[in-house]
């Protein structure tokens, strides 16, 4: 096979807008990094994010925190999830979901998911009738939305909230609205490998005055609340504000700073990967052993990663496949590994949940290869991987059918 070795970093994102970089570096002139330090009639950068981070999902509120497993945290605290209730998510998610339930004390009941990757609402339903859970936390795993109007149906006839994890659906939309708006509260990351990158940093979004106060108080506010940028107004804190612990997980300005601009432009950066991702799964669909998950048609989704299948391949058969591929410069990761590698999704690797039967998930992911598309990439650069993996896996499904 003569096929040219793929050359970039798969973990290199682009920098950081030179406004933020400037913005950033106005901050440090000022001193004044934390949140609630302000001169008179200033408005600090983190209040400025969440005001336009508010406006830019539709939602009446937003806050602004140290990380998204933190958003996840102070959501269901804020929820009312305390020790011994039970929280259903997906089987198939990043280790901080599961973590931020253990965290408040709750209890994972994992859901299984489709072979498109989507949270499958039947064993939902199931689960809500055989665990009575108080929380449903639908992580939208790699960016796939389940029928979102059907989910908040689920849960708004079951009375379960509904707190989405959207890190992987930063400016997706299912029929037109936002992911981050079909239930109680949406989180979103800004870790460097999100849609936003200010290294670490988290948002939680709701149209929930009470529960927003809540949060707030959560995050670490202190009685400085009447500083956010889109916080509920003062009556809604009058209760919270004593009876809320403070679990100190604000945002600083500087991280405020860098992420500004890069919220001003994600519109154009979701464009971006979206073309990536086209060309990628087009090239993908050539290789007939190649499955792709279905993107159904009320979903805008934000290709900033692409999954695919390879049903049927061996566990030796497919760490081959991963080893030419990463020969020919293309990391791939497989979810079927039995050991976690780099960042895990795979739930036997959980020991801090009870272990769980999920075959349909197990047997999903048994065949199941991520990839990042960064925007250093170029439309052509995808091309040349996706016909890099095409070659791979066509020479191992040949070798592991022979
Ligand atoms: C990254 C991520 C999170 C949490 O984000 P952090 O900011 O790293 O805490 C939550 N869910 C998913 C699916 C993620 O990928």
Same mark, same amino acid.
């Given at each position: 096979m003569t096929i040219a070795r793929f050359s970039k970093s798969f973990t290199q994102q682009e920098p950081i807008p030179e406004e933020g970089i400037a913005a950033a570096v106005e901050v440090m002139r000022s001193g004044r990094l934390h949140r609630y330090n302000v001169a008179p009639g200033e408005e600090a950068e983190v209040s400025a994010l969440e005001r336009e981070l508010a406006q830019w999902q539709g939602s009446a509120y937003a806050l602004a925190c140290s990380s998204g497993g933190a958003a996840l945290r102070i959501a269901m605290r804020a929820a009312g999830i305390g020790a011994g209730d039970v929280v259903l998510t997906n089987a198939f998610t990043l280790a901080p979901v599961p973590g931020a339930i253990v965290a408040v004390g709750a209890r994972v009941v994992l859901v299984e998911i489709t072979e498109d990757l989507r949270l499958d609402l039947d064993d939902l339903e199931a689960k809500i009738a055989a665990h009575q859970p108080k929380a449903v936390m639908a992580s939208h795993m790699r960016g796939h939305l389940c029928d979102m109007e059907r989910l908040s149906a689920i849960c708004d006839r079951a009375g379960v909230p509904l707190i989405e994890d959207c890190a992987h659906t930063m400016g997706a939309k299912w029929n037109g609205r936002r992911s981050g708006s079909f239930g109680l509260a949406?989180?979103?990351?800004?870790?460097?490998?999100?849609?936003?990158?200010?290294?670490?940093?988290?948002?939680?979004?709701?149209?929930?005055?009470?529960?927003?106060?809540?949060?707030?108080i959560l995050s670490g506010s202190?009685?400085?609340?009447?500083? $956010?940028?889109?916080?509920?107004?003062? =009556?809604?804190?009058?209760?919270? !504000?004593? +009876?809320?612990?403070?679990?100190?997980?604000?945002?600083?300005?500087?991280?405020a700073a860098l992420l500004r601009p890069q919220l001003a432009r994600i519109e154009d950066a979701i464009n971006r990967w979206n073309d990536r991702y086209r060309v990628t799964a087009n090239v993908l669909a050539t290789c007939p052993q190649i499955v792709l998950p279905r993107r159904p048609a009320q979903e805008d989704y934000v290709g900033s990663s692409i999954q695919f299948r390879l049903p049927g391949i061996s566990a030796q058969g497919a760490e081959a496949f991963i080893a030419r591929a990463a020969d020919l410069g293309v990391e791939?990761?497989?979810?079927?590994?039995?050991?976690?590698?780099?960042?895990?999704?795979? $739930?036997?690797?959980?020991?801090?949940? =009870?272990?769980?039967?999920?075959? !349909?998930? +197990?047997?999903?992911?048994?065949?199941?290869?991520?990839?990042?598309?960064?925007?250093?990439?170029?439309?052509?650069?995808?091309?040349?991987?996706?016909?890099?993996?095409?070659?791979?896996?066509?020479?191992?499904?040949?070798?592991?059918?022979?």
């Open positions: 949406g989180a979103f990351s800004s870790q460097t490998y999100k849609h936003l990158n200010s290294g670490e940093g988290g948002f939680l979004v709701s149209d929930d005055a009470d529960f927003m106060a809540r949060a707030i202190y009685m400085l609340y009447g500083r $956010h940028g889109a916080a509920p107004s003062e =009556e809604h804190f009058r209760q919270a !504000r004593l +009876d809320m612990p403070n679990t100190s997980a604000r945002m600083d300005n500087l991280r791939l990761k497989w979810f079927g590994a039995g050991d976690p590698v780099g960042f895990t999704s795979a $739930h036997s690797s959980w020991h801090y949940v =009870e272990p769980q039967s999920l075959p !349909r998930t +197990d047997d999903v992911l048994a065949g199941l290869f991520d990839m990042r598309l960064p925007l250093t990439f170029t439309v052509e650069d995808c091309r040349q991987i996706g016909e890099i993996i095409v070659a791979c896996a066509a020479e191992q499904m040949a070798g592991d059918a022979s």
